[in-house]
């Protein structure tokens, strides 16, 4: 069972980010989304992470829209801006604006331009970041992405951390894939938020004891996660949360048939009516048409067996 104290905890988009012509965030098109998503059910937003192309971003960007969405009205609570970048001064920055903000909980990414780097330079990374902050209101959710990052977090990493800074330290968000791995931490590491990257995986791990997802399938089927999210205690034999299960898995599919985040663009391009939703900042790149049309009738196909 999980342990509802855990910080964060529930289902968090990890939310696209919209550009305009000159490929710059569209602050209204991304708060209109925010505000579908919360609507949908999601208990938050994860904003500037990996399917929201933060790294494409600079500082100044992604300060900006940090502050579009919180003086629309959007609760600061409800949002984890991602701020760990290659340059510590810049997570640094990026940290200490979230915090004037009144957001309190962050996902940080390791520094992760260097390879070979050992725990203690990881560690010491983390931990300047901490100390020339010195605000004890700070939270910081471990970003556990290897793939892209090519800086996994260890476990022996996360113990350290927690020992030296236990009010810092709450969670970790593992898109590795790795379901083994993410069961260890909810044993190993009692109170530490485990939070899944991947959408299938959040019904198994909250019958571990996992406190929720940060997932880029959210952005399409919110209401289905937090269908699960809500009822994962109902047991196997509950209908409704097996079709919700069911359509969040058939999601994942349709969108990893192509890159993810220009799929991801496509179908909210189609489900807002607004072409603009497309665009992906260099390098990455849109769908061609070929593959939008297939993806879209794929989806038109996976709407009508699961209606």
């Known amino acids: 069972m999980a342990t509802w104290s855990l910080h964060p905890q529930g289902v968090f988009c990890a939310a696209l980010t919209p550009l305009d012509a000159e490929l710059a965030p569209d602050h209204a098109r991304f708060i209109a989304h925010c505000r579908y998503l919360l609507g949908e059910g999601c208990d938050g937003i994860a904003l500037l992470g990996t399917t ?65 780097v050992t725990d203690d330079g990881v560690y010491a990374s983390y931990s300047e970041v901490v100390q020339r902050i010195g605000d004890a209101r700070l939270r910081i959710l471990l970003y556990h992405i290897p793939q892209m990052s090519m800086q996994p977090i260890s476990h022996a990493l996360i113990e350290r951390l927690r020992s030296a800074y236990p009010a810092t330290f709450v969670g970790i968000k593992d898109s590795s894939g790795d379901f083994a791995n993410m069961t260890a931490m909810v044993e190993r590491f009692p109170g530490f938020a485990v939070l899944t990257g991947a959408d299938p995986l959040l019904l198994p791990l909250l019958r571990k004891g996992g406190a929720g997802c940060i997932t880029a399938t959210s952005n399409l089927v919110a209401r289905d996660l937090a269908y699960v999210y809500r009822h994962f205690r109902d047991g196997d034999d509950d209908a409704a949360l097996a079709a919700a299960q069911a359509r969040i898995m058939r999601a994942r599919e ?33 769908l061609p048409p070929s593959q939008v049309k297939e993806l879209l009738a794929a989806a038109g196909e996976l709407a009508a067996v699961t209606a």
């Open 254 to 286: 349709l969108v990893s048939r192509f890159p993810q985040m220009a799929s991801l663009k496509a179908l909210v391009a189609e489900r807002t009516g607004h072409a603009g939703w497309q665009r992906l900042r260099p390098p990455l790149e849109s």
């Open 52 to 116: 929201g192309e933060a790294n494409s971003f600079s500082v100044g960007e992604r300060t900006s829209l940090l502050e579009a969405v919180v003086r629309d009205g959007i609760a600061p609570s409800r949002l984890l801006p991602g701020t760990g970048v290659a340059a510590l001064s810049d997570t640094i920055a990026l940290t200490r604006h979230a915090l004037s903000l009144g957001v309190d909980t962050v996902v940080m990414l390791p520094p992760f331009y260097y390879k070979a």
